[in-house]
């Protein structure tokens, strides 16, 4: 797609899209749980951003470090843009973390105002009172008044619109830097502490300019906003983006209530993860089983293959109607997913595709285009970005991914230690192992550190092995690792599994013994290892029912013991 606007800074963004689509709506939102969706218009935004952004500046906060933290929502977007548009460098912070953890991070960010949801007022009233950071200013989303030295977002939007009634241009005038840090996020990796990544205008701009010249995005679309949107995933792809091409955003109440909002909402794109994709898949078909339906679903499927190409969708209206009945394209990023479920989608007439990004790339790397996907692959190189395999094996092409262009970050805040090691000769070490085929198509096959070596030297993937497991109906989440044999002449490939529990009971029926279990799931689990080579077979396997230890971005904390259960 070639219709692509130029733009130099996320103000220049913003202030572009409103003059193009200032009465359109940018934001669908809920004034009461369970209620109706209300739009708010681009013009309407830009009047509550002007006039927050005016009020911070009044308040002394000119260049300060803010942060933000709570629930995706219309509040959490103007406060963004506020910050960003004029007044200082957005700190967006991880609502999963614990007081302890934010105050290490506020401390460490050089953090001065926090704006917040009303549940977290207490931890930072604390933190602001024991006076152990350097926070002065807290801000609530969702008061109606000041109180206790809080202050709330909506007196302070009054007050800002007040100050630019009488002439105070201060943020509608500020001009941006786009090479100097404007947002600092901080990543919640499986190991170690988290750093702060320090990403600027122009890193966000290459990405918003670059996406949706392969996925298209139009002004009739509305983004169902789900994922936590202090990621970059989220925040560029799904906030951001909209906002750029005149879309616009409808936030999801929780995950409880995706179906209900998607059938309220009737969005067109949709950004998630594999869990969210699986979970909405799975129970397509567990109802059609259910209902005896089944096989005549999968007949339209057949069919429709050939009668869409011709305009004629066969799809009944109550499986499109899970999606909305307006679902035009769905994006899958944030970690590995059956190319299988992809394509199942694809076949409801959804155009499903993958990406992938990282937090240092302000995220993307590779998106799978519109027109021209491939499901096993994590994505294509956008035009204006590069991307090399580093060190690739002779036998298999694999190495270390890297990547290079206007979308990676500056370097981690305060650490010019681990900016060295991963930014070499301008190319970012992403730490991912992959291959390009020869159409510039990206395919990861796991994390370098996470790599098990054997002890002839032979490299095992263990996230290779956990997709092979997954698709096994009877686990829901797996870890594979590796352990030195006792006689030390070898290495044992392990894995800790997560059973589906519905799965196993429908198997086993009620009351089922654990030897029983154990003996189902290692018939499915020798049937994997028949496909493998001896070195890469699971030779050991712990069960468990229990929820593996996670990183607040949800994914398996590899190095805990507590996760390997043998």
Same mark, same amino acid.
């Given at each position: ?138 801000? *609530? ?26 002439? *105070? ?198 998106? *799978? ?23 690739? @094996? ?30 070499? @000769? ?5 730490? @991912? ?129 507590? *996760?390997?259960?043998?």
């Amino acid at each position: 797609y070639r219709d692509i606007r130029p733009i130099i800074d996320i103000k220049h963004m913003f202030e572009t899209s409103v003059e193009l689509f200032k009465d359109r709506p940018a934001f669908h939102v809920k004034d009461i749980p369970g209620g109706p969706y209300r739009p708010i218009t681009y013009r309407e935004a830009k009047e509550d951003v002007d006039a927050l952004g005016t009020a911070f500046i009044d308040m002394g906060l000119k260049g300060k470090k803010i942060g933000i933290i709570g629930d995706n929502s219309y509040q959490w977007a103007i406060s963004y843009l506020a910050v960003v548009c004029g007044t200082g460098i957005v700190v967006p912070l991880d609502k999963e973390l614990s007081p302890v953890e934010l105050e290490n991070l506020v401390s460490e960010g050089d953090v001065e105002c926090v704006l917040f949801d009303r549940r977290f007022e207490a931890a930072f009233l604390k933190m602001k009172e024991e006076g152990k950071t350097g926070l002065s200013i807290l801000i *609530n989303l969702e008061a109606e008044e000041e109180k206790s030295g809080i202050l709330a977002q909506k007196t302070v939007i009054e007050k800002g619109k007040s100050l630019l009634s009488g002439g *105070n241009t201060a943020f509608v005038d500020a001009v941006i830097d786009r090479e100097a840090m404007g947002i600092l996020l901080f990543t919640s990796g499986t190991t170690g502490m988290s750093k702060g990544v320090m990403l600027n205008h122009g890193n966000i701009a290459e990405n918003l300019m670059a996406a949706p010249s392969l996925v298209e995005v139009t002004p009739n679309d509305i983004f169902f906003s789900v994922l936590p949107i202090h990621h970059t995933y989220e925040c560029t792809d799904g906030f951001l983006m909209p906002i750029f091409k005149g879309a616009s955003i409808a936030y999801c109440e929780g995950l409880k209530h995706i179906l209900k909002n998607l059938e309220e909402s009737k969005p067109t794109m949709f950004l998630c993860v594999p869990l969210i994709m699986e979970s909405i898949y799975k129970r397509i078909w567990k109802t059609a089983e259910k209902s005896g339906s089944a096989e005549k679903l999968r007949t339209i499927l057949k069919i429709n293959k050939v009668t869409k190409k011709v305009g004629i969708n066969l799809i009944p209206k109550k499986i499109t109607n899970i999606f909305g009945g307006r679902m035009k394209t769905m994006i899958c990023g944030g970690a590995a997913i059956d190319p299988a479920i992809l394509d199942g989608v694809n076949d409801f007439g959804i155009n499903c595709l993958q990406g992938y990004g990282l937090t240092e790339c302000s995220p993307i790397c590779a998106l *799978n285009p519109d027109k021209a996907k491939k499901s096993a692959s994590a994505g294509y190189i956008p035009p204006g970005f590069s991307i090399k395999i580093d060190q690739p @094996d002779p036998e298999t092409g694999i190495g270390e991914i890297c990547a290079k262009g206007g979308h990676i970050m500056m370097g981690y805040y305060n650490n010019e230690e681990a900016t060295r090691e991963v930014l070499i @000769d301008g190319w970012f070490h992403t730490g @991912d192992l992959g291959y390009l085929d020869e159409s510039n198509y990206v395919y990861i096959t796991g994390r370098k550190k996470n790599v098990i070596i054997t002890k002839n030297g032979k490299n095992v993937y263990p996230e290779e092995l956990e997709y092979y497991l997954g698709r096994i109906p009877f686990v829901s989440e797996s870890m594979v690792w590796g352990r030195d044999a006792e006689a030390g002449d070898d290495t044992i490939i392990c894995a800790s599994i997560k059973i589906e529990e519905e799965e196993v009971r429908e198997a086993l029926g009620e009351g089922y013994t654990e030897e029983q279990m154990s003996g189902l799931l290692w018939t499915e689990i020798d049937k994997v290892n028949e496909e493998l080579p001896y070195y890469k077979r699971i030779k050991k396997a712990d069960f468990r029912t229990a929820e593996f230890e996670k990183t607040t971005g949800k994914k398996i904390k590899r190095f805990v013991d507590a *996760n390997k259960g043998l």
